[in-house]
């Protein structure tokens, strides 16, 4: 069955970076991409960006542009997604989920979360 | 960027009686293959999302029939013929279309 897990909960510093992994199992990894959504607190669905595991190809939100990176091993079959000079904004549960690996966006499985907290 | 609306934002339903969302975009998602990519979830307390709805009105495995989606261009609908227990959450619409990728605000469902 597909599955998407998701590392561990992490506390960071204002300025600092994170990177969450995202290990998948159970289909083949280089025929779909990535999708990276957070969600603050008491909030809604925020879209990050997209990465194709089939060619590495990125789309990135503008507001996360130039301060995240998204990237694939696909003989680990893990996607990581790094975020860099965190604010307290950041403070979110960010979540993988699978996605096509071209064109068009129809996310369907996604992960268990990891909690980024961003606190001095 | 693809503006998306819903409405109503809160939603209380007597069990066993039905329910709709509506989502609007900004911008026809209608693509250049000749499909519409909006898709619906729904995310129960304390869980991560879950896809019901995909192309519209593609219902994904395992969820449950009294759940549908339909509509064209800029104006969707989901619904819910008989409202359970289970139904508690808040659903969210998403254009797969355009670039960037766009959430709705969510609808919360509770029971009355």
């Known amino acids: 069955q597909v599955q998407l897990v998701q590392s561990g909960a992490e506390v960071k510093k204002p300025g600092a970076s994170v990177k969450v992994s995202c290990k998948a199992s159970?289909?083949?990894?280089?025929?779909?991409?990535i999708t990276w959504v957070r969600q603050a607190p008491g909030q809604g669905l925020e879209w990050m960006g997209w990465?194709?595991?089939?060619?590495?190809?990125?789309g990135y939100s503008q507001k996360f542009q130039g301060r995240v990176t998204m990237t694939t091993d696909t003989s680990t079959t893990t996607a990581y997604m790094e975020l860099r000079s965190l604010r307290s904004d950041d403070t979110a549960v960010y979540y993988c989920?699978?996605?096509?690996?071209?064109?068009?966006?129809?996310?369907?499985?996604w992960g268990q979360g990891t909690l980024v907290t961003v606190s001095s | 960027d693809v503006v998306m609306t819903q409405s109503p934002l809160s939603l209380s339903v007597t069990l066993g009686q039905p329910a709709s969302i509506s989502c609007r975009s900004s911008q026809s998602l209608v693509y250049s293959d000749g499909g519409t990519y909006l898709n619906w979830f729904q995310q129960r307390p304390g869980q991560s999302p879950r896809r019901l709805i995909y192309?519209?009105?593609k219902r994904d495995s395992g969820v449950p029939d009294r759940f549908s989606g339909s509509g064209s261009g800029t104006d969707f609908t989901l619904k819910i013929i008989s409202v359970e227990a289970e139904d508690v959450g808040i659903y969210y619409c998403m254009q797969g279309t355009h670039w960037p990728r766009t959430f709705g605000p969510g609808t919360k469902v509770d029971i009355k």
């Open positions: 192309g519209v009105s």
């Open positions: 989920v699978r996605d096509r690996y071209t064109g068009v966006s129809t996310p369907d499985y």
């Open positions: 990465i194709s595991n089939n060619n590495g190809n990125t």
């Open positions: 159970g289909y083949t990894f280089s025929s779909y991409g």
